[in-house]
């Protein structure tokens, strides 16, 4: 079993930037793929970034060039750097991992999930 537990979020102004980790416990190594979500009512769970074991990572349109995904083995945490924040970026973002060899846009395909962390962007 894998546990994540987010941290990070909270309430930030147009164009400030936020960090959220996700700190994994549990059966880490087996962990190949982790990705940051977000969700807000109304809307599917979306795919923000995913990282590979091997190091490839990818993104949403909608946020390249302003966030970046990173893992630090070391620590068993994955960050999102958040950048440029906008008023659209309000979601709760959510930590998840799969055991599963590769990478989906499709959340069906990570086995664990975090609880989530609040990012709200307003003036």
């Known amino acids: 079993q894998v546990q994540l537990v987010e941290s990070g979020g909270g309430l930030v102004q147009p164009g400030g930037s936020l960090r959220l980790s996700c700190a994994a416990s549990?059966?880490?190594?087996?962990?190949?793929?982790m990705s940051w979500y977000r969700e807000v009512p109304g809307k599917h769970r979306e795919l923000v970034a995913l990282?590979?074991?091997?190091?490839?990572?990818n993104y949403a349109d909608s946020v390249k060039g302003r966030f970046t995904i990173s893992r630090d083995n070391a620590k068993n945490t994955v960050y999102l750097q958040m950048n440029s924040l906008k008023p659209e970026d309000t979601a709760v973002y959510y930590c998840?991992?799969?055991?599963?060899?590769?990478?989906?846009?499709?959340?069906?395909?990570?086995?664990?999930w975090g609880k989530g962390t609040q990012v709200t962007v307003s003036a």
């Open positions: 998840a991992a799969t055991l599963r060899s590769g990478a989906s846009w499709d959340p069906t395909w990570y086995d664990h």
């Open positions: 990282s590979t074991s091997g190091g490839n990572t």
């Open positions: 549990g059966s880490i190594s087996s962990i190949d793929t």
